[in-house]
């Protein structure tokens, strides 16, 4: 059954003009794009978004990442969307990440790992719901 999940293509790759290969690589996976658009998170909604994180230690350093440069937010489908993307994604540390994944083609470090995709479908449609109206 076809499946919704929300991705990210985070500051560190929009900055580096990586969007394009990123989102090549989606759809090559066979994800549809239902929804797409692009801005740059306030501080506020960075620590909205990540607030399962609040007492990491890392939680300010992200808040600060992620609000420091653009993002691109998508909705993709596919069957089983949500395991696929983050099979597709790789470890959230890119040296960790399996070959072929975009976190090690693309990541940098465990915080500038270039994607965010959701963890499993309640939380899919959480943040679904935090940037679109409508899509679901
Ligand atoms: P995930 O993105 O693979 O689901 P999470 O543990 O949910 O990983 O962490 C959310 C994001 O927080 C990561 O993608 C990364 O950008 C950042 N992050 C996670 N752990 C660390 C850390 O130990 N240091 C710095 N940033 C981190
Ligand atoms: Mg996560």
Redesign the pocket.
């Known amino acids: 059954m076809k499946e919704k999940t929300l991705c990210l293509i985070?500051p560190d790759a929009y900055e580096r003009q990586l969007v394009g290969k990123i989102i090549t690589m989606i759809e090559k996976n066979g994800f549809a794009i239902k929804a797409i658009s692009f801005l740059k998170l306030s501080k506020n909604e960075a620590e909205q978004f990540?607030y399962?994180?609040k007492n990491?230690k890392?939680f300010n350093?992200?808040v600060k990442?992620m609000s420091s440069g653009y993002t691109v937010c998508m909705v993709l489908e596919k069957a089983n969307a949500v395991e696929e993307l983050r099979n597709l994604?790789g470890?959230?540390t890119p040296l960790k990440a399996k070959k072929g994944t975009i976190r090690n083609k693309f990541g940098i470090d465990?915080?500038?790992?270039s994607i965010?995709?959701s963890?499993s479908i309640v939380n899919a449609k959480k943040e679904i719901t935090f940037f679109f109206k409508g899509v679901i």
Do not use: E
């Not at 465990?110 to 790992?113: T, Y």
């Open positions: 985070k990540y399962i994180h990491k890392f350093g992200l990442y994604m470890n959230t465990i915080r500038h790992n965010h995709g963890d």
